[in-house]
């Protein structure tokens, strides 16, 4: 069954007609070309495909687009604004917390939901919050430092608890 969805992605108004049954990844990489929200598991498992919905993070392998009406959506394209990095993409540059990139755009918007849910800001609680997003590459320590860096920044990381290691 075809119908009709109004959705703000990354601040941009889209009024598409689409399958019902086209999941809200699908509808970004193959109908309007985002392709930096990645494909993974296709099954909600390694959080690949993060994006923000109404300013949370889910998978978006898991949500069917019609469902998304109305909302607005964040994808790895509009996180930066006016040509400067979001600071969670810099501190994943500086501190090199990549090796293929693959999982990259959903860590980051993983950890860009992360920044605004009530985790511990702990080395533990951050690992705890990013566990449902994996990196084949095991580069896990660096994105580590680089959310605890962008939470030292915002003054927001608790330095009785944490620990770079
Ligand atoms: S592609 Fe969506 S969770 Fe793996
Ligand atoms: S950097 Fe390669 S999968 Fe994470």
Redesign the pocket.
Known sequence: MELTVTLEINEKKHVLTLDSRTTL?DLLREELHLTGTK???????????TILLDGKRV????ILAASADQKSITTIEGLSSSNSLHPLQKAFISHDALQCGYCTPGQILSAAGFLNEPWERTTEGIKEGMSGNLCRCGAYPNILTAVQEVLENQKLLNPQKASHS
């Not at 494909?39 to 495909?49: I, L, M, V, W, Y």
């Open positions: 990844l494909k993974g598991c296709d099954h909600g498992q390694c959080g690949t495909c998978n978006s392998c898991l």
